[in-house]
């Protein structure tokens, strides 16, 4: 009888959502991520059945404690974000654990994987049939579910596809985008993962999981176009390459542009699936692609509904239906031997009369360009000239997130086409301190990426200048800094 799961990958797509249904179904959950505070800012820690552990496969980790009394594990960890070493990083945490495994007492393992292409060759695709394989060698049964496109909010490849409706007028497109899917909605696959836990398997399994239409991605865009009301005019370029796509995806959409260069790996091909025989298995209704895209809109706005945003009421009023589901961002990280305190007390005047540490000059031209389109950015006010508060008003920005000596972020009040924060984050390494400024950044629509990418430059040159100024403010040194953009 399964009584305690491992959830491997648990701050994954998939994963988060599928933590929270194994809790409320009676599991005792473990749930991993290499990030730990990542993990504790979905609320979990507050639910009984369910321990947070911090794990990195690709480090020397003695797995035996946490796989002790796990009689179930599901197998979710990706690479997609680690960059060009990402299949490397995919299949040594696949060896890693599958060592593991040989040694322990784990009745069974459940391995989200990938549909594969009939023909070609994909980086990515290849990575997850590999790491199949290699779990396999533990010897404990693998149940290994090869899915294509999720649709639900959130899910990258689903999240790519909304942003080319939402953002551009013409849909410039490789020629794969009449390549052929089986999109699954997030509930039915969720339904699939909770019901085999039902089963006791002898032996390895593969099988596929499909949504009830196969479909190419033109078709899958001009659906989701049709849902918001939107003619979608899509132009094929046969010479634009699954690279130079790459490149391009980075101004088009807002998912992390390492998953996105991955997924345009496998979005190039066919990837058919037969479904039936998980669906005698475990029976479901499945939603069509039509029904999966009108339940993922309906829940959009769950992306400012949580503690990133602070459950703040300005921010859930000001949310729309079509902004990017995943932020841009813009920043700077510096390092310094400024203590946190010190660095906290100057982050905390920011705004009123003190202005903004580096080239207020710049800030005023923003508030003029404000007010002259009817918003109140030229009011500047602070409640207390020192010291911050969770609501606080600072001009045009508000408290959204305060954590003293760690963290501070405003939501952007100023009129312009999205939703957006500005934060300052100190990571107090040891020996040295690391301060982040950095704007995020909800497009709306292909205004809400000019809008962006115009001010992306002053972003870049006023965040370094404030960084550099908060340290200098702090009579400290200035160490090692860098940019950051996505």
């Known amino acids: 009888m399964i009584k305690t799961i491992l959830v491997v990958g648990a701050s994954g797509y998939v994963g988060s959502h599928l933590v929270p249904e194994l809790a409320n179904s009676g599991y005792q959950v473990k749930a991993t991520g290499r990030n730990l505070d990542l993990l504790k800012k979905r609320g979990w820690e507050a639910i009984p059945n369910i321990e947070l552990i911090e794990l990195d496969l690709n480090k020397h980790t003695n797995l035996d404690s946490i796989l002790t009394d796990v009689d179930a594990v599901f197998f979710l960890v990706h690479g997609m974000n680690q960059a060009h070493d990402f299949i490397d990083f995919e299949l040594n945490a696949a060896n890693n654990f599958s060592q593991a495994l040989k040694k322990s007492q784990v009745q069974r393992v459940i391995y989200l994987g990938a549909l594969q292409a009939q023909s070609g060759n994909s980086r990515h695709l290849a990575a997850r049939k590999a790491t199949g394989e ?37 849909i410039i ?3 794969w985008i009449k390549s052929h899917n089986s999109p699954i909605a997030l509930r039915n696959l969720l339904h699939y993962l909770l019901e085999l836990l ?6 390895h399994q593969i099988l596929d999981v499909a949504g009830p239409e196969d479909l190419s991605y033109a078709s899958q865009m001009r659906k989701l176009g049709k849902h918001i009301g ?13 690279s130079f796509a790459a490149h391009w995806l980075k101004f088009i959409t807002s998912v992390p542009n390492n998953i996105a260069r991955a997924l345009v ?8 699936a037969d479904g039936s025989a998980i669906q005698s298995l475990i029976p479901q209704y ?56 010190q660095l906290w007390q100057q982050i905390q005047l920011v705004g009123g009369k003190e202005g903004y540490f580096y080239a207020n000059f710049l800030w005023r031209i923003r508030e003029w360009m404000d007010h002259l389109i009817g918003g109140d950015a030229r009011n500047r006010y602070r409640r ?81 200048g404030m960084t550099h100024a908060l340290v200098k403010r702090c009579k400290a040194k200035a160490q090692e800094g860098k940019s950051v953009t996505l």
């Open 134 to 170: 290699i779990l396999r060698e533990s010897g404990i049964p693998i149940t290994e579910l090869r899915a294509g496109i999720i649709v639900g909010p959130g899910s990258a490849a689903f999240e790519v596809m909304r942003d080319f409706v939402y953002h551009l007028p013409i």
């Open 384 to 464: 207390d000239p020192e010291k911050l508060e969770l609501g606080d008003k600072i001009d045009s920005w508000k408290v959204i997130h305060i954590e003293p000596n760690r963290f501070l972020s405003l939501l952007f009040g100023m009129k312009a086409p999205g939703l957006g924060r500005l934060e300052f984050k100190i990571d107090d390494k040891g020996e040295y301190r690391e301060i982040d400024i950095r704007a995020w950044w909800h497009p709306a629509g292909f205004s809400g990426l000019l809008y962006w990418f115009a001010m992306m430059p002053a972003h870049l040159f006023i965040f370094r």
């Open 198 to 203: 039902h089963f006791t398997p002898c032996r």
């Open 286 to 341: 499945l939603l069509t692609y039509d029904e999966a895209i009108e339940e993922s809109l309906s829940h959009e706005n769950e992306v400012v509904r949580n503690e990133i945003w602070g459950y703040d009421p300005d921010a859930l009023a000001r949310w729309q239906p079509g902004y990017g589901y995943y932020p841009k961002q813009a920043g700077y990280t510096l390092r310094t031997d400024a203590t946190s305190d």
């Open 265 to 272: 790996g496998g979005l190039r091909y066919d990837l058919p």
């Open 173 to 175: 497109a490789p020629k």
């Open 230 to 242: 939107k003619k979608i005019h899509i132009l094929p370029i046969p010479f634009l390459t699954p």
